[in-house]
């Protein structure tokens, strides 16, 4: 067996530790042969240690197993339409450093590359007492083969960029980079929500919509690495023409733009939440609830397709519109219900990592990345 019995391990020892091995195979399920090597390999890497237990009992003290969090540093770099983030983690997902600034838009490519290399370089040189993981870039939309930027026609000038090269050229380092929603399926596996499911699906709502599709545990990419393009998905084939080309896009009506475009007043997201919970007030504004709820409910019926087609697990919203997940989702939940299939077990969840995901999803991407030729033995 592979990577997969090596995150779960330590994933285990994460949120259990300090944990005897025993103990590790009673929660894992997995083979005593695979514990074995596993928790080797961790050792061998120092990602874990080994501790003695005090007991009352005479004799040799028990080992128990914990997290080696003062070791490692993974650097995470989210580079955003609406910003650039970077962040420095250890192994169980503590912050030790965040930066964040403006977003790609704004300014030349190469002006925003030698800015991101100089805000991952400053991450370094903080913690350069630590054992550098890796350097995960969480990308602003599908790479292909050649670690190059797919078109994205909200970045017309990053398209066919090497991003990888770019940015390795800059640093003088190994970077490994990701399509954004991927990244968010990732961290929400590693840290959030679906720590305890295999096939997933996270749904991202910000200035686009797009999809991380985790089955099995592991990213599904399709053939060119553009599965998980929800956000264009048709709703309405007579609906408002979409940056792809097409019309009635689930981005049409579900991303940021077009909530904050449908609400009255010219309102930003926060203004747009606090005047449908209503000031404080109680009662709501119902023009600003109408805008969440039609919303919710074409997002409901997109997902229940996704549902259909995916049978997940679980499904994560996340993203910038996830903060009005209180006003939405009733809606939304509403019409999965409705149009789903009735039988399926998924269950739908909100992302509570909030604006630092992106960059967390490049150091789980990391992570997994640097435990993947890990092997351990079979089951038996």
């Given at each position: 067996m592979a990577a997969v019995s090596v995150l779960h391990i330590l994933r285990s020892i994460r949120e259990h530790g300090p944990i005897s091995r025993t103990s590790l195979q009673q929660i894992t399920g997995l083979s005593w042969g695979t514990i074995t090597n596993?928790?080797?390999?961790l050792l061998n890497r120092r990602l874990i240690r080994e501790e003695r237990v005090e007991t009352s009992k005479a004799g040799r003290k028990p080992v128990?197993?914990?997290?080696?969090?003062?070791?490692?540093?993974?650097?995470?770099l989210e580079l955003g339409i609406d910003g650039m983030r970077c962040i420095a983690m250890n192994p169980a997902g503590e912050t030790l450093g965040y930066e964040q600034g403006a977003g790609l838009p704004g300014e030349a490519v190469e002006a925003a590359l030698d800015r991101a290399a100089a805000m991952v370089k400053r991450a370094i040189a903080d913690h350069c007492g630590r054992k550098l993981m890796g350097i995960g870039v969480c990308a602003p939309g599908a790479i292909d083969e050649n670690h190059a930027l797919m078109p994205n026609p909200r970045l017309k000038a990053w398209n066919g960029l090497?991003?990888?090269?770019?940015?390795?050229?800059?640093?003088?380092?190994?970077?490994q980079a990701e399509r954004d929603a991927n990244c968010l399926a990732l961290v929400e596996r590693w840290f959030g929500e679906a720590a305890h499911a295999q096939d997933v699906l996270c749904i991202c709502l910000g200035e686009t919509v797009g999809m991380g599709i985790l089955l099995g545990g592991d990213i599904f990419r399709g053939s060119q690495g553009k599965a998980g393009e929800f956000g264009h998905m048709t709703l309405d084939p007579e609906g408002p023409a979409c940056d792809c080309g097409d019309r009635g896009c689930v981005e049409n009506y579900c991303s940021l733009p077009a909530v904050l475009e449908a609400a009255p007043g010219n309102a930003t997201l926060e203004e747009l939440i606090t005047r449908a919970?209503?000031?404080?007030?109680?009662?709501?504004?119902?023009?600003?609830?109408?805008?969440?709820?039609?919303?919710?409910?074409?997002?409901?019926?997109?997902?229940?397709?996704?549902?259909?087609?995916?049978?997940?697990e679980l499904v994560v919203i996340a993203g910038k519109l996830a903060a009005a997940w209180e006003w939405f989702s009733p809606a939304m939940l509403g019409e999965v219900d409705a149009h789903a299939d009735k039988s399926?077990?998924?269950?739908?969840?909100?992302?509570?990592?909030?604006?630092?995901?992106?960059?967390?999803?490049?150091?789980?991407?990391?992570?997994?990345?640097?435990?993947?030729?890990?092997?351990?033995?079979?089951?038996?």
């Open positions: 596993a928790t080797r390999s128990h197993l914990t997290l080696n969090r003062a070791e490692h540093c993974i650097i995470g090497a991003i990888k090269l770019e940015l390795e050229n800059r640093l003088g380092m190994e970077v919970r209503g000031n404080g007030g109680g009662n709501g504004q119902s023009r600003e609830r109408a805008v969440l709820e039609t919303m919710g409910k074409r997002l409901g019926i997109a997902v229940a397709n996704a549902v259909d087609l995916f049978d997940p399926s077990k998924r269950r739908v969840s909100v992302s509570h990592l909030g604006t630092q995901a992106g960059a967390m999803g490049a150091c789980a991407m990391m992570l997994q990345t640097a435990l993947a030729d890990d092997e351990t033995e079979p089951e038996s």
